[in-house]
């Protein structure tokens, strides 16, 4: 059974970064691809960011340019460093991973984003 684990959310002013990290209890390498989702409550879960195991990464339109999505095999982490924060970035932010054909997801770490 794979484990992830978020952290890093917090509260943040607009403008504002904040960087996530994923903590895998597996070798993260292990892992066909490794992605970033968000959640407003109410509202579908949005895709955020995703890097495969070839390093190859991948945005949402709402993100691009401002988020970056990284994975360090060392430390079994994959990241997200966000920047310019907006509040409408706020929401809970949920890792996966995918070791097909399963997917594991984390429980989640809240992001605010506010004045």
């Known amino acids: 059974q794979v484990q992830l684990v978020e952290s890093g959310g917090g509260l943040v002013q607009p403008g504002g970064s904040l960087r996530l990290s994923c903590t895998a209890s597996?070798?993260?390498?292990?892992?066909?691809?490794m992605s970033w989702y968000r959640q407003v409550p109410g509202k579908k879960r949005e895709w955020v960011a995703t890097?495969?195991?070839?390093?190859?990464?991948a945005y949402g339109d709402a993100v691009k340019g401002r988020f970056t999505i990284s994975r360090d095999n060392v430390q079994r982490t994959c990241n997200l460093q966000m920047n310019s924060l907006k509040p409408e970035d706020t929401a809970i932010y949920y890792c996966?991973?995918?070791?097909?054909?399963?997917?594991?997801w984390g429980q989640g770490t809240q992001v605010t984003v506010s004045s």
């Open positions: 597996v070798e993260v390498s292990s892992m066909n691809t």
């Open positions: 996966r991973a995918q070791i097909d054909p399963l997917t594991y």
């Open positions: 890097i495969t195991a070839g390093s190859s990464r």
